[in-house]
């Protein structure tokens, strides 16, 4: 199934890709904020010490928590190789350094924001990839639009180092 018009294509397998990663994100967002696991987390993360009096065992929270993430990155990788229709050792690390972009962009410790980090990243680099060409007078091709993910990385660095949505930490004296 393919869907075109005069500028974009939209294949079957795309639009399965955004599926399964909305559903996927709302899957965790469910699990972090509504269940007893998520509640653990989130007190694990704030202060493992103190969850650990509260009764939470922070040593395994800590353990399921890296294994959803491992899952998370193997269904990432699953839906990038199928997207690009080949595998190698490689293939992680710029999306890994985009996703870790995302989250500053977001907020480091904001789902929500990590959430709204990556769209804008993809806004911010499919305009760029279109536009570098133009804002470069034809030096630069759309080959070149990793550049805007670490643009937007330094500039939120040096701007904004809470991201959008991150809360200002108070400095300890």
Same mark, same amino acid.
């Given at each position: 199934?393919?869907?075109?018009?005069?500028?974009?294509?939209?294949?079957?397998?795309e639009?399965v890709?955004?599926?399964? $990663?909305?559903?996927?994100?709302?899957?965790?967002?469910?699990?972090?904020n509504?269940t007893?696991? &998520?509640?653990?987390?989130?007190?694990?993360?704030? *202060?493992?010490k103190?969850?650990?009096?509260?009764g939470? *065992?922070? *040593?395994q929270?800590i353990?399921?928590?890296?294994m959803?993430g491992g899952?998370l990155?193997?269904l990432?990788?699953v839906?990038?190789a $199928? *997207?690009? &229709? $080949?595998?190698?050792?490689y293939?992680?690390?710029?999306? =890994?350094?985009k996703?870790f972009?995302?989250?500053?962009? &977001? =907020?480091i410790g904001n789902? +929500?924001g990590?959430?709204?980090? &990556?769209?804008?990243?993809?806004?911010?680099? $499919?305009?760029?990839?279109?536009?570098i060409?133009?804002l470069?007078?034809?030096?630069?091709g759309?080959?070149? +639009?990793?550049?805007?993910?670490?643009?937007?990385?330094?500039?939120?660095l040096?701007?904004?180092?809470? =991201?959008l949505?991150?809360?200002?930490v108070?400095?300890?004296?």
């Amino acid at each position: 199934m393919t869907i075109s018009g005069t500028t974009a294509t939209i294949t079957g397998k795309e639009i399965v890709i955004i599926v399964i $990663s909305v559903i996927t994100m709302l899957g965790l967002l469910i699990l972090v904020n509504k269940t007893k696991l &998520g509640r653990a987390m989130r007190a694990t993360a704030e *202060n493992p010490k103190i969850a650990g009096l509260m009764g939470v *065992n922070a *040593n395994q929270v800590i353990s399921i928590t890296f294994m959803i993430g491992g899952a998370l990155a193997a269904l990432a990788g699953v839906m990038i190789a $199928s *997207n690009y &229709g $080949s595998t190698h050792f490689y293939m992680g690390f710029i999306p =890994g350094l985009k996703a870790f972009t995302a989250a500053v962009l &977001g =907020g480091i410790g904001n789902l +929500q924001g990590a959430m709204l980090g &990556g769209l804008l990243l993809g806004l911010i680099e $499919s305009l760029g990839a279109g536009y570098i060409g133009e804002l470069t007078g034809g030096v630069f091709g759309s080959n070149y +639009q990793d550049i805007f993910a670490f643009m937007v990385l330094i500039v939120v660095l040096v701007f904004r180092p809470s =991201g959008l949505l991150g809360e200002k930490v108070a400095d300890r004296a």
